[in-house]
């Protein structure tokens, strides 16, 4: 297997000595830059007492290049598609080398808490949360309890 | 070079088959937009010219297993075509007379195999097979 990047493996070593509340992160044995990641619902969202799950890749460029990253567990939220895809600037455009795994972590978990349906990527969500707020909400809170149960 | 995982690979597959990048003789999309294990996909294949293919567009279903891109796809035609690699009963291509899929190498997608197919279709002996009634199915 080719050799892991130094600032790869500092990084997976501080996800796991220094974790960020409320997220893990675990490389999986066979590909060091593939990742099993979970997220807790932020409190007071739609999403609270839910449990994400996500994978993430960190592509042959990385740093140079982002993070890709994945839901895996079924989420209704206007910047989350049905294929799990993110729709997040900083995975895209506003990529920096000095952001890191534990940054892109925390911005998804913050785009969690604070959903913008102003730049939507599942447009029939976004269309919902602008007209009907409390409704959307009350479907993002039930689809959290039937997809996102913690074990 | 590092392995990237099936479901980011299968996401840029989907992107570059959804912007068209691809050449316009084949495409392919997923079968169900809310499959977000991404297994089923459809493909066509637009016959080559100069061939008794020409102007025909065969559809095909492609099947992405859990261990893609590792292993091949399975891939199937449901549009009927007579090619020495496809089972005239079902459609199945068949991955021993198909080099494609015989010799599969991780880093081919979904548009390698069509692509190589239809070429598959323009060799001189396969050109010129006699083909069922346009339309019909497997």
Redesign the interface.
């Known amino acids: 297997m080719?050799s892991l990047p130094k600032r790869i493996i500092k990084e997976t070593e501080r996800l796991v000595t220094d974790p960020v509340p409320g997220i893990t992160a675990e490389p999986h044995d066979d590909?060091l830059?593939?990742f099993k990641v979970t997220i807790e619902g932020p409190a007071g969202s739609p999403y609270e007492n839910g449990l994400f799950h996500l994978?993430l890749?960190?592509?042959?460029d990385y740093p140079m290049e982002a993070p890709?990253v994945?839901f895996?567990t079924?989420i209704y939220h206007p910047n989350i598609d049905?294929?799990?895809?993110i729709c997040l600037d900083i995975l895209k455009t506003n990529w920096s080398p000095a952001l890191q795994i534990r940054t892109v972590l925390l911005s998804v978990q913050a785009l969690l808490a604070s959903p913008n349906p102003n730049d939507p990527l599942a447009n029939d969500v976004a269309e919902d949360w602008i007209k009907n707020e409390t409704g959307a909400k009350a479907k993002a809170k039930e689809w959290t309890s039937l997809y996102a149960k913690k074990e | 070079?590092?392995?990237?995982?099936r479901?980011?690979r299968l996401?840029e597959e989907?992107e570059n088959g959804e912007k068209g990048l691809g050449p316009e003789s084949c495409s392919y999309g997923l079968t169900d937009?809310?499959d977000?294990t991404?297994t089923n996909w459809n493909g066509t294949i637009l016959g080559p010219p100069h061939s008794n293919h020409e102007n025909r567009i065969y559809s095909l279903a492609i099947e992405c297993g859990p261990n893609y891109p590792d292993e091949p796809p399975k891939v199937k035609f449901i549009s009927k075509v007579n090619l020495p690699c496809v089972d005239q009963t079902t459609g199945e291509v068949i991955v021993e007379d198909f080099h494609t899929l015989r010799d599969w190498k991780r880093s081919y997608t979904m548009q390698t195999v069509l692509l190589d197919l239809r070429k598959e279709m323009a060799t001189a002996t396969n050109k010129k097979l006699p083909q069922p009634k346009e339309g019909s199915t497997f």
């Open positions: 080719a590909n830059r593939y994978e890749y960190l592509p042959d890709k994945r895996l079924k049905r294929l799990g895809r | 070079m590092s392995k990237i995982p479901s980011f996401l989907l937009a809310d977000n991404m």
